[in-house]
C-alpha cells in the first residue's frame, strides 16, 4: 500500500512551492454526487493513470484522493509509483478533508473546469487582469489557458477563442459594485480560504483605488505598474506577475509577523 499524507500536511502547504501535485481520482459517480475539489487539484480518470501519468512533473510529489482515501486512490498511487513517480494518498480522501472543514472549490463543467478553462480579457493587464490568472491557475484550474486582446476586440475574441470573456463590463466574471473581478472569482468557484481571502483584501483595494483600506496595495499596484511598464508582451508579463502573487499569498501565508530591521540589535552584557 502506498504511503499516505495527512490532511493538515497538505494545507499548511497548500499554494506554496513544495506542495505536491493533487489528483482527484474518484470514480464519475462519487465525482457528480460532490462536483468539489481541493483548491488546485486536477481530475485524473483512475483508469487512466498510465496515460496522463506520463505529463506530470518528476520534480514534485504527486498525491492522489478519492472519496474516502482508499482502493482507487492508492491503485492510482501505486501505478504512478512504479512509473518512477513519488506518489501518495490522502488519508482520509477528499470526505476527510472536508470534515476537517478545508476550503473547497466548485467544479464548472460549463467552463472545462478543471483541466481546459480558457479565459481572455483586455490587454495591458495591470491588477485584477494578471492576480486572476494567478488564482485560477494556484487554486482553480492548473491548466487553464489565458489570452490578451485590444478592449474593443474581447467579446469577439471570446467567440473565436471559445474563451470566457473577463473584468470587462456586463459580464460574469466582472466587478461587481465596490468588489472586483477577483471577488468574482471567489463567488463563482465558491472558494473561501482565510489566506486568499487576505490576497483578495490586497488586490481589491489596488484595483479599484481605495488604497486606504490595504496597508500592502499601494505596493502591489507600485510593482504592476513597474513591471507592465518593462515588459510590453502580455504574455511574458503574466508569466513575470505570477511569482509576485505567488510571494504575496506565501506572506500572507506564513511570514505576515515576520519584521526585518537594520541595524541589528547587539545583546550587551
Not at 20 to 46: C, T
Request: aromatic fraction near 8%.
Amino acid at each position: 500500500m502506498p504511503s499516505s499524507m495527512s490532511t493538515a500536511a497538505i494545507f499548511a502547504g497548500l499554494g506554496l512551492p513544495d506542495s505536491p501535485v493533487l489528483f482527484d481520482v474518484r470514480e464519475a459517480a462519487d465525482f457528480a454526487a460532490r462536483p468539489r475539489l481541493i483548491p488546485g487539484a486536477l481530475r485524473g480518470d483512475p483508469s487512466r493513470v498510465g496515460e496522463w501519468g506520463k505529463s506530470l512533473p518528476r520534480t514534485r510529489a504527486v498525491v492522489a484522493y478519492c472519496k474516502h482515501g482508499g482502493k482507487i486512490s492508492s491503485l492510482v498511487a501505486d501505478a504512478l509509483n512504479a512509473m518512477g513517480y513519488p506518489a501518495f494518498i490522502l488519508e482520509g480522501g477528499i470526505e476527510g478533508w472536508i470534515d476537517a472543514g478545508h476550503s473547497t472549490v466548485k467544479a464548472r463543467a460549463d467552463l472545462h473546469v478543471p483541466g481546459a478553462s480558457r479565459w481572455v480579457t483586455r490587454e495591458r493587464p495591470k491588477i485584477d487582469r494578471l492576480a486572476c490568472p494567478w488564482l485560477v491557475r494556484r487554486f482553480i484550474d492548473p491548466r487553464a489557458s489565458f489570452f490578451y486582446t485590444p478592449a474593443h476586440q474581447v467579446r469577439a475574441e471570446s467567440q473565436a477563442l471559445h474563451a470566457e470573456p473577463y473584468d470587462i463590463a456586463d459580464v460574469t466574471f466582472s466587478h461587481r459594485g465596490a468588489r472586483c473581478s477577483f471577488d468574482a472569482f471567489l463567488e463563482e468557484f465558491d472558494l473561501h480560504d482565510p489566506v486568499i481571502d487576505q490576497v483578495a483584501n490586497i488586490v481589491r483595494a489596488a484595483d479599484t483605488g481605495e488604497l486606504g483600506q490595504s496597508r500592502e496595495a499601494p505596493g502591489l499596484l507600485a510593482i504592476s505598474l513597474g513591471l507592465s511598464a518593462n515588459v510590453r508582451d502580455d504574455i511574458v508579463l503574466l508569466e513575470q506577475a505570477m511569482p509576485v502573487y505567488d510571494a504575496l499569498y506565501a506572506w500572507c501565508k506564513t511570514a505576515r509577523n515576520e519584521t526585518h530591521s537594520w541595524p541589528q540589535k547587539v545583546a550587551t552584557r
